[in-house]
Each structure stands twice: as C-alpha cells, then as structure tokens.
C-alpha cells in the first residue's frame, strides 16, 4: 500500500462519474420520450468511466474500512466493464425491441447494473460484495421483462421469472455458504478472511463453504447444472439485453469466484474436483445440444455453457496461471459475445429473434458485419490469431501443468465439437444465397456501429496477439487476492 | 540446438511475412476487378522478387538457423516472436512467395465475382503460409498454421465449385481436428522442458514413452495435411471443388506444410519415437502410392486424377523422409519441392481448360489438343513430369527417394516401383485423351489455344521442372546440410 493514502474522491472517481451517470439518466427518465439523449448520456458515462479509470490506473488505496480495494487488478477490469457497457449501449441503438414508453428507464436500469458491476471489482468485504451483486442482477431481471410484447407471446415475463427464481435461489446458497464461512473465520473481510482458512482449508466445513459460495458465480457463469436458465432467457429476453446478460455477469462471476478460489490452494483436491467435474459437464453439455439448435440466441446460449465449461478448467489449478487464463478468457469472450450480437441486432431489422438461415447471403448485404460475425464466431471457435485461441490455449497451459490431462484432451475433443456449429454459422453468413422470398436489401450502418465494429474486430484479435499487457497487470496483482 | 544471435539489418523475414497482409489492407481501399487484380498481382511479384534476396545471403554449408529474428512476445507465457530458416526452410518460403504471383495470374480471368475478397483471402494465405515455414516459436508456427484455415476455406466455399459448401467444412474440421492434438503436445512439451522455441526443444533427451506420445500426437495432425492414407478423404473434395488458384495454393503449399512439419518436428524432436514407428509410416506410405495411383487411374474428373496423384506424390515424400538414410530424405524433401511445382502446373493447366470448355470432364475434352497445340505441348511436358520421366525434376526425387528406400530394405522398394508404373498409365491416359482424343471427338473448333497471359504463367514451371531435372545439385545443396542435421540427430539417439 502506498504511504500517502490518495484522496478518496481521486481513487473511487470511476465510481462517482458512473453513479452520476446513473443520476442523470434518472432525471431524464422523469420526461418524455428522450431516448436519443438517455442513449448518448449513456456512451458519455461509460467513456467517462473508462477515462477515469486510465486517469488513476496507478492508484492504490483501500476505501471505506476496508471494504473496497483500488488496485490495478480492479482498474483493469472495472476499463473492460466500462468498454462492455459502451458495447452493450451502442449494440442496444434506438432499442427497436424494448416498449416504446419505457426506454430511456431501460438505459438506466442498465447504468444502475453496470455500477453494481464497477463495484463488484473492488469490493473485498463480504457485505460490500453482495450488495453489489444484488445491484448488478436487480435491474437485468427487468431488463429482461421489458421486451415488446408479441400477439399470445410473453416469453420475456416467462424468461424474467425464470432468471430472477434461479438468481435468487443461487443468491440463497450463496449466503448460505458465506454463512459457513463467517462462521470458520469470524470476519467478512475477505483479505483477512482468506488467511483465516488457511490452517483449516482441507476440513470439509471450509470446502463446502466455498463451494457453497461459488454457486451463485456458477449461475450467473451458466456452469451446468445451474444452467438451466440460459437458453430461454437468452431466447425470451429482446436482442440488446442478451447482449447484456452474456457478456457482463459472466466476467463479474469469474472475477468472484477467483476472489473465493484464490483462497484454496492445488492441494485442495476437493475443490478442484469440483471444478474439473462441473468443467466436464458443462463442456460437453452446452457442445452437444449447442448441435441442434437453430434460433442464433439460443445456439449462443448453449455455446455460453460450453465457455463456462472452458473458463473452470482455469479454477482446476488452483494457482496463478490458471486464474489469469480464466480472468483473461472471461474478458476475451465478452467481446466476442459483443460481436455476435451487434450482427444479430443489426442483421434483424423488428428485433425479433434470429434464425441461423436468416444469416443467408449476409457478406453481400453488409461485409462489415459478416467481417465482424466472422472473427467473433472464429474467436469462439478458438482459432488463432483471434483471443479464443490464446485463452483456451493459456487455460489449457494451466490444466496441464496440474496434470489434469484427461481434463485438457477432453477440452480439445469439444473444440472439435464445437466448431461444427460455428461453421454452421459461418455457413449461413458466407456460402449460402438467401431463399428467394427473403429480405436481401443491403443493411445500412450508422457510423457508430461501424466504429463499434471495427473497435471489437481490433479487440479480438489485439486481445489475442497482443496479450502481455492485461496478462501481466493481472498476473501480478492476483497477489491481492491470494493468502 | 540453440537459437543463434538475431542477424543484424533488415528482418527480412518480416517483411516477406507481414508485406502481403499490409497489401491486403490497401487491396480493400482499391476498387473491385482489375485495380485489385492488377494491385495483388504488382504485390506478389515484388514480394517474391524481394524474396530471391534470402539467397544472396544464405549459407548453405551449415544446418543453423539464418536470418533470425528474435523479440520478446509474451513473456508470461513464454512465447517469443523467433523467425528463421534453414536450407529446407528457404526452398519452401521460395516457393511460397514465388507460386503465389501466379495464383493471381491464374484467376486472372477464371474469378470476376467479388475480386477484392479473393485478392485479400490469398494474401492473407501468402501472409500465413510464409510465417508457418519461418516460425521458430511453437506457438507462433500454430498461430500460423491455424489461422490459414479460415481464408482457405473461403476460398473453397465462396469461389468453389458446385459442392463447395461440403468441400469447405470438411476441410475444415478435418484440418482442425488434427491440429487440436498438436497443441496439447507443444504444452506437454513446454512443460516438459519450459521452452517453446523449436531449436531448443530438438535434439534433447525425453524418455520414449513421452517421445511416443508426442509423435502419436504430432503425426496425427501432420498426416492429416499431408495427407496420409487413411487421412486423405479431404483432399480430393477440397481440391476439386476449390478455384484454381485454390488448388495450386492446397498442392504446392498447404500439403507441404505436412511434410515439412515430420522434418522440422517429428525427426528432431522425437527421435527415438521416429525410429520405433517409421516401418508403419514407411509402409502407410506406400499403401498411399499404390492407392493414390490407383484412385487416379480410376477417375473421369481431371482434377480428381491430378488430386489422387497428388496422393501418392506425397506418399513418395513420407517414404523418403521416414527412410532416414541422406539419400532418401534429401529426396523426399526434392519431391515436395517437385510436387509443388509440377502439381501447381497442372491444375493451372487443368484451370485453363476447363476455363473453356466448362467441364473437367475426360472424355468431354478429348482431342482439345488438336485446337490447342501449345497447351498440348505444355500438358505434355508437365504429365511427363508427374510420371517421373527422366529430365524432369520428379525422376530426380522418386530416383532419390527409391534409392533410399533400397537402403532401408528392398521389399519396401519393390513395393514402391508399381505406383510409379502406375503414374505413367494415368499421366499417359491423361495425355492420351486431351492431346489426341479418339475417333470422334467432341466439337472442339471453337476453343481458342492458350494466350500470352497463360504462356506466360506455364513457362516459369516447365523451367523449373526442366532445371530441376537436368541440374539439381543447386537445390539439393542448399537442402543437405540441414538434412544431414537432423539424420544425425537421429543417429544420436539411437541407443
């Protein structure tokens, strides 16, 4: 820590221009129809977030008893939570899927999420750290509900129940095993409390604890069996929104469960068990049934499952390597996930879902978004020069160096898997002509999404050949985390 | 083997690399149809004139690794950016930037739909076939290697032939299913000895049962490439299907890359595991000769005769490579070369007819060579080629590869003479029906003989063969040393 505590004004700055984001976006939707301005407040707040944060990347300091920590490890991913929510705005456009009435409330309940995400970066205190997952999933469960309704349809107030239900029944096992936890240790801090567990790490109490614990992450990450949710949600819920829900709490459940794995070491076998068994299933499961589909979303669903899957085999080590590849992963795979779905949203012209054939003939009605659904798509798949490829391959670095060789060759055998329904995608968008009756016209694209596109292209493959940056900052202040 | 001090000057090898990606950005810029043509085909030739500098100053008397580049990459994870060749390296990024000029000249005309695309597809190709031979980090050959599979495969299935849809995916996910078991090796490797960089990781002492599962795992990947027989049922969809341009590109290239990954990984790498398991390769290799010859005999499609040919091509390479004796490897490394460009000069040859007669059919082009009496001389020369006639370049290389196969043991050679037999019956079948026809040909009065543009793009391969042919010492010499290396190293672990 350094001797000259910063100012807390300074060191939570990100925070105060996010929360006055929020502010504004309040008012605004006191008024009538300002959906362009609550847009634009909106793309404001996050680049003033993201600047912010570049403004004191150096800054260290522990705020309010304790409670919240600023430090590299936070900065870096409260810039990427930042970039994901200016992502996930610009994909959302003029919300032609939402209510007509509600839209400006939509961005800030979206705003009011991403605050909740920006916190969960640096809370270190058990307390803090629910409160803002609560925060963070509140407001998606009304995102969810907030799609147009379509004639003797609601399957956006079936999808939003589904997601609150599970949400909160994982928030229910999760407070269940913190309960564990304060219990072994006698303190929420979570620094203080990682050195409490270490002398009875390999009891059964203190592993069923975490474990415990872990299962919200497991939920919001889509790890099977707490799945169940993920392809309705993602089909039921409107376009922007799943945008949102497959991209953001999956890399806020991979940055918690490192704050609770970190705690364990390899030799906790148990635990990594666990871990191996969940990635197992949660690989094979999303891979088979991700074959059948042919809603886009939901077949983007499935394949959620399948990353989940990969991103455990991170959490199997128990160790530095393995967490960094997982953190590393989460954050490739959000821009990814982005890419796909700024296609599906400009590709589908009333925001109603998207078959794969509706991709058909795609590279001649727009060759930047098929550009875009390609290297997404591809990154997915984990071929290189693009981030999937070089985060399962630093995942499956740190597999194998625990010797969990079942585990990798497993793995490689579902990328195999997989990439016959990305194809299928890659298929629909570049080698087939659309049937005759079908939409053909070419699609027109703002400015802003071109930059949009353009910016994620960069960042799946900068991402993937240029990682030492992020790796590094990363891999040096996991320290923070670990006893 | 270490890594010798980065040369100093120009990276040479960088810019052969990253130029035609940087021509592929501005190809984008350039209006469709002929600016792009005209810019992809001033791009290639300068790359490939710039390229024939890596012989001014190469040293063909040592196996080190030349031209090396060397800056830190990712040191996290240990990766380093290595770039350099040795004499086996060299001829094949030769023949990369040098081949690829006349993959422009050859869809010259044969693609007008979306021109810019397939420039910036077959660039990024160049881009990715040179890092492949150049790489000396592991991760950063993968990189290479794997990323060719998405242009390559929208070359098959956007510009491709009726089936190219099928032809593409399968491509696709048999090329991947190979090499996903290569990256599980080059961790197992890393973590074995900590390194990725590939002259380090040659040469060192692992037991065998580790040495075999490495080899297990890089033969797969590399003989699906190749392809070996029992993994070969890719490449006549692929090729057939694919454009011109993406036929030569697969033959002269991409198969190489197979071949070339047994002699710069399998034999140096893990060479106790080599000699335990070359009889089977050895004999998998001739099964590919007479089968490949075989399927080609038995084919009414030209470039199906020319893709099974290539089959057994390569299996004459594998042969030479797995003998392990100087003779056989040096010319299994010469048939590589020969294949490249003979198989490249056929299916151009093969593009040019079916340009205009819009079938590959044999017997719906029988006689053609009466109205075009310049391509039947071309054709001619280029079947002689295929079937080893002495002269040409492959004689050399199969006499080689023969020869060491004599040496390993003589069933294997007696084995491996039928399939030459046989490429002489449908090289001479194929040269029968074109050139001369039968007693009633199909109408071909209409069909003009082949322009200057083509004579153009032919000539340099019939040189080539003729030169190989007639003088090889040139390129056998450049190859020897860095043979004559990794036979060593093998004769080292021999226990």
């Not at chain 2, 000539?459 to 003729?466: E, K, N, S």
Request: glycine fraction near 8%; include cysteine.
């Amino acid at each position: 820590m350094p001797d000259a505590q910063p100012s807390v004004f300074f060191a939570f700055l990100p925070e105060w221009i996010m929360l006055a984001g929020v502010l504004v976006l309040f008012v605004l939707t006191l008024g009538g129809d300002r959906v362009r301005a609550a847009r634009w407040v909106s793309v404001a707040t996050g680049a003033g977030v993201a600047l912010a944060v570049l403004a004191t990347f150096r800054v260290e300091a522990v705020l309010f008893d304790d409670a919240y920590r600023v430090d590299a490890f936070s900065q870096w991913l409260k810039l990427v939570f930042a970039l994901g929510y200016i992502g996930c705005v610009l994909i959302g456009k003029n919300l032609k899927d939402i209510r007509g009435d509600v839209r400006p409330e939509y961005f800030f309940l979206l705003a009011t999420s991403v605050t909740g995400f920006l916190l969960l970066a640096g809370s270190v205190d058990l307390i803090t750290l629910v409160v803002a997952l609560e925060l963070s999933s509140f407001p998606l469960f009304i995102l969810i509900a907030m799609r147009r309704e379509t004639t003797a349809q609601r399957s956006q107030m079936e999808s939003a129940v589904k997601y609150m239900m599970f949400g909160i029944a994982a928030s229910g096992i999760m407070l269940f095993g913190m309960g564990y936890l304060y219990g072994l240790t006698g303190t929420t801090s979570l620094p203080l409390l990682v050195e409490r567990l270490q002398p009875v790490l390999h009891t059964p109490l203190a592993v069923a604890g975490i474990t415990l614990t872990l299962a919200a992450f497991f939920y919001k990450l889509a790890v099977f069996p707490f799945h169940f949710w993920t392809p309705d949600v993602y089909q039921g819920a409107s376009n922007e929104t799943t945008a949102i829900i497959g991209s953001l709490p999956k890399l806020a459940s991979v940055l918690l469960m490192l704050r609770f794995a970190g705690a364990a070491d390899p030799g906790v076998h148990t635990l990594a068990a666990v871990f191996a068994v969940l990635a197992v299933g949660s690989m094979f499961y999303g891979n088979l049934l991700a074959l059948a589909q042919t809603d886009f979303k939901r077949l983007l669903g499935f394949s959620a499952i399948a990353h989940a899957g990969y991103t455990l085999i991170g959490l199997v080590a128990l160790e530095e390597t393995g967490f960094t590849a997982a953190l590393y992963y989460a954050t490739g795979y959000l821009f990814m996930i982005l890419a796909c779905f700024t296609v599906i949203t400009r590709v589908s012209r009333d925001g109603s879902n998207l078959a794969i054939t509706d991709l058909a003939g795609l590279h001649k009605r727009s060759p930047l978004l098929a550009a875009t659904l390609l290297v997404g798509v591809f990154s997915l798949a984990g071929i290189p020069p693009f981030v999937g490829f070089m985060g399962k391959f630093s995942l499956l670095t740190a597999g194998l160096q625990q010797g969990f060789l079942w585990l990798v060759l497993l793995a490689v055998l579902n990328t195999v898997i997989a990439v016959y329904y990305y194809l299928r995608v890659v298929h629909a968008a570049f080698f087939t002509d659309p049937p005759e009756d079908a939409d053909t016209a070419p699609i027109p694209l703002d400015p802003a999404t071109v930059v949009l596109c353009l910016a994620l292209i960069a960042a799946i493959t900068g991402l993937g050949l240029i990682p030492g940056p992020f790796l590094e900052t990363v891999n040096a202040s996991l320290s923070s985390i670990r006893p | 083997m270490n890594l010798p001090e980065p040369s100093a000057g120009l990276p040479i090898l960088s810019i052969l690399i990253f130029a035609p990606l940087v021509a592929a950005a501005v190809a984008l810029l350039l209006p469709a149809g002929r600016a792009v043509r005209w810019w992809a085909l001033l791009a290639t030739s300068a790359i490939g004139l710039f390229s024939l500098s890596l012989l001014f100053g190469f040293d063909a008397s040592t196996a080190e690794f030349q031209y090396v580049e060397q800056r830190a990459w990712i040191p996290l994870l240990g990766m380093e950016y290595a770039l350099g060749i040795d004499g086996i390296s060299l001829l094949l990024v030769l023949l990369t930037t040098l081949i690829t000029p006349f993959c422009v000249l050859a869809s010259w005309t044969a693609v007008t739909l979306r021109t810019r695309e397939f420039m910036v597809c077959m660039l990024i190709m160049q881009t990715a076939m040179t890092g492949v031979f150049t790489a000396l980090d592991f991760v950063l050959f993968f990189i290479f290697w794997e990323s060719m599979l998405i242009p390559m495969s929208i070359l098959i299935g956007v510009w491709g032939g009726s089936g190219r849809v099928y032809a593409a995916i399968k491509f696709f996910i048999y090329t991947m299913a190979g090499s996903v078991l290569l990256i599980v090796a080059i961790i197992a490797l890393r973590l074995e000895t900590g390194t990725f960089s590939i002259p380090a990781l040659m040469d060192q002492p692992y037991d065998l049962g580790f040495q075999l599962w490495i080899f297990g795992a890089f033969f797969i990947s590399f003989a699906i490439k190749v392809p070996m027989f029992p993994f070969h049922t890719w490449l006549p969809h692929a090729h057939v299907q694919a454009p011109t341009a993406g036929s030569v590109l697969l033959a002269s290239i991409l198969l190489k890359m197979g071949t070339y990954g047994f002699l710069r990984f399998c034999l140096p790498i893990t060479p106790l595991a080599t000699l335990e398991l070359a009889p089977f390769v050895l004999w998998l290799s001739i099964i590919a000769i007479i089968y490949g010859g075989l399927a080609a005999l038995a084919q009414s499609d030209l470039k199906k005769i020319v893709a099974y040919s290539s089959v057994g091509h390569m299996g004459f390479a594998t042969l030479g490579i797995f003998s392990l004796v100087q003779n056989g490897t040096v010319g299994g490394a010469l048939v590589m070369i020969n294949h490249g460009v003979t198989t490249g000069a056929l299916f151009i040859a093969v593009g040019i007819l079916y340009e205009r007669l819009h079938t590959r059919d044999l017997s719906k082009s029988a006689g053609v060579g009466k109205h075009m009496p310049v391509f039947a001389f071309f054709l001619g020369m280029f079947c002689l080629s295929s079937l080893a006639f002495p002269g040409t370049n492959s004689f050399i290389g199969e006499f080689l590869v023969l020869g060491g196969a004599f040496e390993v043991s003589l069933a294997l050679a007696v084995a491996a003479v039928p399939g030459v037999v046989i490429a002489a019956a449908y090289n001479l079948r194929i040269l029968q029906r074109v050139a001369y026809g039968g007693t009633n040909n199909p109408d071909h009065s209409a069909v003009a003989d082949i322009g200057l543009r083509e004579i153009c793009l032919l000539t340099p391969f019939l040189v080539f063969i003729l030169w190989i042919g007639l003088q090889p010492a040139p390129f056998i010499g450049i190859m020897e040393a860095s043979i004559e290396n990794i036979l060593e190293i093998i004769s080292r672990a021999q226990p």
